[in-house]
């Protein structure tokens, strides 16, 4: 099946490429090199989205700050450095091909709302429509620790999903995910099943690490989108990879894609609360097209309103799910346990329905 997806890369046409602080930041002529590996996938008819690490790393260094600072005021204050020397940085790179950078700075806020999301995602046709390159990174500048992204490979993850790509390419300052032996490991069918090859990240220029990219890789593979984690240094890097050449690793996608607004409630937004339930809940939502009545709700966590999203857990507190509750937490706790039923005007007896709806439930 690998090798087959490898050659079927010849054919994505999106494609979001994400490159770390790191492979960017540490050698020469990296801005110079990967721009011109753009600019030729662009002549080859493709449509490109560069998600770019960059500014802290470079803010920090404008800044005078010898290491990357633990505070998020000095994270923003060399967020705000940074990036006009990032933005400038690849403007001089892509100029020599004619090609317009357009910045996009997004923040966990703007793709947790539904409206917002759409709005983000018919900007971003409109920019690769009028032949310009969407050069995205986090808002850092006004992004707080609770709703950050955590790092740009989450980033990528969710504008590859946003956009509909074909294909991410996660450029690394590593040849891929090593096995035990320091082999790059070809593919990968389940990020889960390699967690054990996670070594720490060395180094303090960014925020990502192997963990990182395999949680990317198991966001954007759920929806049906291949990834592939390769060096950045590699010699012509997209282009082999989008010839079909076996580099790097090569995340397949996991089975039938999710739906663009079941995959925006599983990965894009943080639930605000969690819901435990019994066996026979966790049994029946298992089988797939259940909703969470309140008869199979045995515990409520965190506070949270109607609308929100909500974790699933079972009796052993692993997640099952994920969904949008109808009911605020006190509600919830209140119908936990009760059988659903109608509303009485005459007697004020409240209407109980569902707590999740089959419709905004997603098994994790």
């Known amino acids: 099946m690998s090798v087959e997806i490898r050659a079927a890369l010849k054919q994505a046409r999106r494609v979001v490429v994400k490159v770390g602080s790191r492979a960017l930041t540490e050698g020469d002529g990296r801005f110079a090199a990967l721009a011109t590996q753009l600019a030729q996938q662009r ?8 998600v770019s690490s960059g500014a802290i790393a470079l ?14 005021a000095r994270l923003q204050a060399s967020a705000a450095a940074g990036q006009s020397l990032l933005m400038h940085a690849w403007e001089q790179a892509l100029e020599p091909f004619g090609v317009g950078a357009a910045q996009v700075l997004l923040t966990h806020a703007d793709l947790a709302n539904r409206e917002r999301f759409l709005r983000a995602r018919a900007a971003f046709d409109a920019l690769l429509e009028l032949g310009a390159l969407p050069i995205v990174n986090e808002n850092d500048t006004v992004a707080v620790d609770e709703i950050r992204f955590g790092d740009n490979d989450q980033l990528a993850a969710m504008v590859a999903t946003l956009v509909g790509a074909d294909l991410l390419i996660l450029l690394s300052d590593v040849p891929g995910l090593m096995d035990a032996d320091g082999a790059v490991v070809a593919s990968v069918h389940d990020p889960d099943q390699v967690l054990d090859l996670v070594r720490p990240s060395e180094g303090d220029l960014g925020r990502g690490g192997m963990a990182s990219k395999l949680e990317a890789a198991r ?24 010839e079909g050449e076996p580099l790097g690793t090569l995340f397949l996608p ?42 199979g709700v045995v515990g409520v966590r965190g506070d949270f309103e109607a609308g929100d999203a909500v974790s699933v857990l079972d009796l052993s507190g692993a997640e099952l799910a994920r969904g949008l509750s109808r009911y ?33 439930l997603v098994l994790i």
């Open 328 to 360: 605020a937490t006190p509600e919830v706790a209140r119908f936990a346990g009760q059988q659903t039923r109608e509303g009485d005007a005459r007697t004020g007896q409240l209407a109980i329905g569902e707590i999740i709806h089959r419709d905004d």
């Open 219 to 242: 966001r954007a593979s759920m929806r049906g989108v291949p990834v592939v984690l390769a060096g950045a240094a590699e010699q012509d890097v997209l282009a082999r990879v989008l």
């Open 59 to 72: 803010g920090r260094e404008r800044l005078g700050l010898e290491q990357r600072p633990r505070t998020i």
């Open 254 to 295: 996991a089975g039938a894609k999710l739906p663009s607004r079941k995959h925006w409630i599983a990965y894009t937004l943080e639930p605000r609360g969690a819901l435990l339930v019994d066996t026979g809940a966790a049994a029946a939502l298992k089988l797939g097209g259940k909703s969470l009545l309140p008869a």
């Open 43 to 50: 002549a080859a008819d493709r449509q490109l989205l560069l």
